[in-house]
């Protein structure tokens, strides 16, 4: 059973401990340097607003023999505590269908083309905050608090992207990868959306080959053939 608070990570035997930890400080570098949030007085909110505490889960990844591979952290928002219309809007995000998955590596045989997945690091945390639902949130759990140079009052955090945890954020998320694909352009090319699935981009190269690639909530898959102008285009892309 992995641990459900930093308390009980500490409590942990050396080795899983120093791994959670480890990723733990991972997760948090990569949501500093991304400027995920700004610092701002808690005097200065207006009456009423609502900072949300975060937590943070532990999953600890194994090898076929029980042996620890990999630790993950995520920080993610009380979402629990937020209430639609208040802190966000509408929440209905697409995804891909799973047919569109199979007709793609289906395809794959058939016109000598080869799948790809990867995962979007931190994908959720794209998705930009809503600059009418400002969201607020304690600093995060672990880390040295931060403090007011005139007052030493503890800051709290006004989010610029999404965390895990928000209710808005796979709505968010697609959002931002449906403008990035929009408007990416390889040599002239450019994505079309599919009209029969709207997580599912298609581009024509200039040599008339085709990438094809489909977004599963943090996955992508891309098919295409190799040493081609596709080719070319998901290389540049990833």
Not at 34 to 40: K, P, W, Y
Not at 92 to 103: D, G, I, W, Y
Not at 173 to 184: C, G, L, S, V, W
Request: positive net charge; glycine residues 6%.
């Amino acid at each position: 059973t992995p641990p459900r608070t930093l308390r009980e990570v500490h409590r942990l035997p050396d080795k899983p401990r120093r791994m959670y930890i480890q990723a733990l400080e991972k997760e948090y570098n990569g949501l500093w340097n991304r400027g995920m949030f700004r610092l701002v007085r808690r005097s200065s909110l207006p009456s009423g607003t609502v900072v949300f505490p975060t937590t943070t889960v532990f999953k600890m990844k194994f090898f076929q023999d029980g042996t620890m591979d990999l630790a993950k952290a995520r920080v993610c928002l009380r979402g629990d505590l937020m209430i639609p219309g208040r802190d966000f809007g509408d929440v209905r995000s697409p995804t891909t269908q799973n047919e569109s998955v199979k007709l793609m590596l289906a395809d794959c045989p058939v016109s000598k083309k080869v799948a790809c997945t990867f995962d979007i690091k931190q994908a959720f945390t794209y998705g930009k905050v809503d600059p009418l639902r400002p969201v607020y949130c304690e600093q995060f759990p672990g880390t040295d608090k931060i403090l007011d140079e005139d007052t030493g009052e503890e800051l709290v955090q006004k989010l610029m992207f999404r965390l895990y945890g928000d209710p808005a954020a796979p709505k968010a998320f697609h959002a931002e990868m449906h403008r990035a694909f929009m408007d990416y352009e390889y040599k002239g090319s450019n994505f079309c959306q599919s009209r029969a699935d709207p997580c599912v981009y298609v581009m024509r190269c200039d040599d008339d080959s085709v990438l094809a690639s489909c977004i599963f909530v943090d996955d992508s898959c891309n098919t295409f053939k190799l040493d081609t102008g596709a080719h070319d285009a998901y290389k540049d892309r990833k």
